[in-house]
C-alpha cells in the first residue's frame, strides 16, 4: 500500500521526499515498480471480472457468502470467503442486506421544551371520546419508509361493555333479524 500510495502521488512531490515520509527506501521503492505483479495479484485479478458478473447477475444483491457459493458451486472456482469480500471491497460493490438499523423517528431539539404530557401516561377513560390516541408503524418500501397512523379512542373495558350493552338494547329484536340477512348479503 505504500509504494501504491508513492506511485500515485509521485506527480505531484518527489519521489525521495516521499519515501522519507513514509519511512521507507528509495531503492525498495523502484524495485517495487520493476517487480512483476504476483500471482496471487494476478490471480485476483482474474477472479475480480467473475465477482463482478455473478453480483451483476443477481440484480446487485449478493454479498460476499452467497457469491461465494456461486462461485463454487456454478463456476467450479475454488476461492475463499474472505477473498472474495476483499475483492468486493476493492471493486466497492455489496450486496443488499436485510436487516435495518434502528429507526430513530424523531429527533429532538435540544432549544425546544418537550411536548406536554396532557393525559400524564394515563390512557383509561370512563366515558367514549373522552381521550384519543394515535399509533404509528414503519414499514420498509423499495421508496422508503412508510408510516401510516392510525388514531384511536383510549377507552377503559368497562366503557367498552357498557357501549356494547347499549348498543345490544338499541333495536328491537324483530329489526334486527330483518336487518341480519341484508348484512349477510352485503358481506358477499
Known amino acids: 500500500m ?15 521526499l516521499l519515501c522519507s515520509v513514509l519511512s521507507v527506501s528509495r531503492q525498495g521503492y523502484w524495485a517495487w515498480r520493476k517487480r512483476p505483479a504476483s500471482r496471487h495479484r494476478r490471480e485476483d485479478e482474474r477472479l475480480k471480472p ?5 453480483w451483476n447477475e443477481s440484480d446487485r444483491t449478493y454479498g460476499a457468502p452467497r457469491l461465494h457459493a456461486e462461485l ?16 468486493m471491497c476493492e471493486l466497492e460493490i455489496q450486496g443488499v442486506s436485510r436487516r435495518r438499523g434502528r429507526v430513530r ?15 400524564q401516561r394515563d390512557f383509561s377513560a370512563s366515558r367514549p371520546d373522552e381521550t384519543w390516541v394515535a399509533d404509528i408503524t414503519y414499514v420498509p418500501t423499495y421508496e422508503g419508509w412508510l408510516f401510516p397512523g392510525q388514531p384511536r379512542r383510549s377507552e377503559s373495558e368497562t366503557c367498552r361493555r357498557s357501549r356494547r350493552r347499549r348498543r345490544s338494547t338499541r333495536a328491537p329484536a324483530r329489526r334486527r333479524r330483518t336487518q341480519a340477512p341484508r348484512r349477510a348479503a352485503v358481506r358477499r
Open 72 to 87: 463454487r458451486l456454478a463456476g467450479g472456482v475454488r476461492v475463499g470467503k474472505k477473498r472474495v469480500a476483499r475483492l
Open 2 to 16: 505504500t509504494f501504491q500510495l508513492i506511485d500515485r502521488e509521485r506527480a505531484h512531490h518527489a519521489v525521495s
Open 50 to 54: 467473475r465477482i463482478l458478473q455473478a
Open 105 to 119: 423517528t424523531t429527533t429532538p431539539d435540544k432549544r425546544s421544551a418537550p411536548a406536554p404530557d396532557l393525559v
